[in-house]
């Protein structure tokens, strides 16, 4: 059974730094994309950042987050990890981590139709 949990949100001023990370389990997580998106409420879920299998060599970003987040993975502790600094009031969301299964070795995806798996969630409050 694939499972994936996120940790580290929280709550935090602007200007302020947080770090995400995604545990996944119950399958081989190092050859597939994994992503992550946010929803605030009464918007519709949106793309964060993706990374391809290798960290490092490819990935993705929201034209929003671009600059200011980064995303990498560590395939031996199976877990993605999202760093987010400069965070804005327009940051505040429910983060959601994500992983692609059928296609391995693609390159990283915006598309949230084209994730298998998704966690549970963790809250980020940006205050100003």
């Known amino acids: 059974q694939v499972t994936l949990v996120e940790s580290g949100g929280g709550s935090v001023q602007a200007g302020g730094s947080l770090r995400l990370s995604c545990a996944a389990s119950g399958r081989t997580f190092s050859s597939y994309v994994m992503g992550w998106f946010r929803q605030a409420p009464g918007k519709e879920r949106e793309f964060v950042a993706a990374?391809?299998?290798?960290?490092?060599?490819?990935?993705k970003f929201a034209d929003s987050v671009k600059g200011r987040f980064t995303i990498s993975r560590d395939n031996a502790k199976s877990t993605v990890y999202l760093q987010m600094n400069s965070l804005q009031p327009e940051d505040t969301a429910v983060y959601y981590c994500?992983?692609?299964?059928?296609?391995?070795?693609?390159?990283?995806?915006?598309?949230?139709?084209?994730?298998?798996?998704w966690g549970q969630g963790t809250q980020v409050i940006v205050s100003s």
């Open positions: 990374i391809g299998w290798r960290s490092g060599v490819s990935t």
């Open positions: 994500a992983a692609e299964l059928d296609n391995p070795y693609r390159s990283p995806t915006g598309v949230v139709d084209e994730y298998d798996y």
